[in-house]
């Protein structure tokens, strides 16, 4: 994690993205308009980034509906009694499972494939351009692992191609094509060129070492979503990416770091603009969760969770909004249950306190703060997927090493969550002390006789909030061994965790024949039981 950005930088950049998006035909040919002559393209980077951090539209559009009404709650990390947050009961609202579709290749997909496209053959931008090359294939990493066949190749290309109506591409080649992407740009990146990105990279600033870092780490990524598909491949990509040099340090973490409430609602975190914000009493932290760290004695627990007796009060200067982050007080919510007075009503729960506002809510001083870091990709996560590398005898690495540097970044990054000055409200947590993350690894050491879970349950772990990553690492690994919310009324799913998000619904309309064909393909069709390709059974 390596800056933040001046709000004006963001603001010109949406605006430019606005500006790049309606009026076409006049904005190419009045000459008080925007051209490719007067284009600043990093803005449209920069917009890219703010955009991929989840608040499109400076109301949280797709972070309230796929990232808190869906995947959280899918992956238990939170739980929710609300209708409207349908994750944890496996119902069905199609604009929630569209929303990160529609909010991405609106605007995202076409910011970066126009960077990529005018910066291609500029000498003076090779690193611009490479960096851009990267960043695609995070955004497309996502996109396709939310919702397997999707347009790619030819996404994004209205304006330079004229292809209104991209066809579907297999995940299979996408992820063959990001994979080639990711080894020739990390290649390409110069440390000795010029820096022209500067600070519109929000992520490292136009570091061309930090983005060649991050390059094999998503490729690891991308490797390890094949285990099972592609075992082959999977090895491969592996040794290819742990060749070329993965992140070593919380250091090298991809971390969004936002700008607080004040300075305007379009660069605020939004899971912190939702979590604190207008959806403040709408989910708390899930029994899951709070039992397994319970049992463990995991420090970050009070990084995780707080306890307020009044969620909706979200003065950030009233202890009650900030609540209790002491460890033995959290207690999470159990998932699948609801407040209609039925029998599933939250009073009806085994154990029920007594009062739903002693459950634990997200933690007002970490992770549900307005400036609160998004992450795109970490250390901790890395480290996690070279141990099990490792453990297949893929990498010359010791699995027990890279799991126990594994926990450990997880553990140092709560002191990043609570240390970022100008916070709002403001970050009183000090950072886990070694002697405790050393207790925690000596009381939960590394067993490799039950290695696949305690990596990948670390995994899930360390990507709290990272709730499309963590719910595709789960699809992939099948760790933790999770529960499913069985037999909630009116659910689409049979009683079974979603492995997918459906397609936009306006693509029937906009895009039908190529839509009607990828949902041929699916086994099942277009259901959030369908599974994409890496996802076997």
């Known amino acids: ?78 739980s929710s009694t609300f209708g409207y947050y349908p994750g944890d009961k496996y119902t069905y609202i199609s604009s929630y499972n569209s929303a990160y579709w529609e909010q991405n290749y609106d605007g995202p997909v076409r910011n970066i494939q126009e960077v990529i496209y005018h910066t291609k053959t500029d000498a003076a931008q090779v690193n611009f351009y490479n960096i851009a090359r990267i960043f695609r294939v995070f955004m497309f990493q996502r996109i396709t692992d939310m919702y397997g066949d999707c347009p790619y190749f030819q996404a994004g290309l209205g304006y330079i191609s004229g292809i209104t109506s991209p066809k579907y591409d297999k995940q299979k080649d996408i992820y063959d094509d990001m994979l080639n992407e990711l080894k020739q740009a990390a290649a390409n990146l110069d440390p000795n060129a010029p820096n022209t990105l500067g600070g519109s990279d929000v992520l490292y600033g136009g570091d061309p070492v930090e983005w060649k870092k991050f390059a094999y780490s998503e490729m690891l990524r991308l490797a390890m979503r094949m285990v099972k598909v592609d075992p082959a491949s999977a090895q491969t990509w592996a040794q290819a990416a742990f060749a070329g040099g993965l992140m070593t340090s919380v250091n090298d973490n991809a971390a969004f770091t936002h700008n607080n409430y004040s300075q305007g609602n379009s660069t605020v975190n939004g899971l912190g603009l939702v979590m604190n914000g207008y959806d403040a009493n709408a989910s708390r932290l899930s029994k899951t969760l709070v039992d397994l760290m319970d049992s463990t004695a995991d420090p970050r627990l009070s990084y995780f969770g707080t306890v307020s007796t009044n969620p909706l009060d979200i003065d950030p200067t009233d202890p009650v909004s900030l609540g209790d982050n002491t460890a033995s007080v959290q207690l999470g919510q159990p998932n699948g249950y609801d407040n209609g007075g039925g029998i599933y009503d939250i009073t009806k729960a085994p154990g029920y306190p007594g009062d739903q506002n002693k459950y634990s809510i997200v933690n007002r001083n970490s992770f549900s703060r307005y400036d609160a870091p998004t992450y795109f990709l970490t250390f901790a996560q890395t480290a ?117 998000f459906t397609y936009s619904v306006s693509e029937v309309s906009v895009n039908q024949v190529n839509y009607q064909s990828a949902v041929s393909a699916l086994q099942g069709g277009d259901k959030m039981t369908s599974r994409v390709w890496w996802d076997t059974k």
Request: charged share 15%.
């Open 1 to 78: 994690m390596k800056q933040n950005i001046f709000i004006i930088s963001l603001l010109a950049a949406v605006m430019v993205l606005t500006g790049c998006h309606k009026n076409f035909v006049a904005i190419n040919t009045d000459p008080e308009h925007l051209t490719v002559a007067n284009m600043n393209y990093k803005y449209l980077f920069t917009a890219a980034q703010l955009i991929t951090s989840g608040n499109s539209d400076a109301n949280a559009y797709e972070d309230e509906r796929n990232a808190l009404g869906y995947a959280a709650l899918m992956i238990q990390h939170t």
């Open 384 to 500: 996690f997927l070279e141990a099990e590398a490792a453990l297949k005898g893929w990498i010359s690495a010791d699995p027990g090493t890279l799991y126990a540097a594994g926990v450990t970044a997880a553990m140092q990054q709560m002191g990043q969550m609570s240390s970022l000055e100008g916070s709002f409200p403001a970050a009183t947590l000090p950072p886990i002390a070694d002697a405790d993350i050393a207790a925690y690894l000596a009381a939960n050491p590394y067993n490799a006789a039950d290695a696949l879970n305690q990596i990948n349950t670390q995994y899930w772990l360390a990507s709290f909030m990272d709730e499309y990553e963590a719910w595709a690492n789960w699809r992939r690994s099948g760790f933790p061994a999770l529960v499913p919310v069985a037999g909630y009324p009116g659910n689409a799913t049979g009683g079974t965790i979603p492995r997918r």
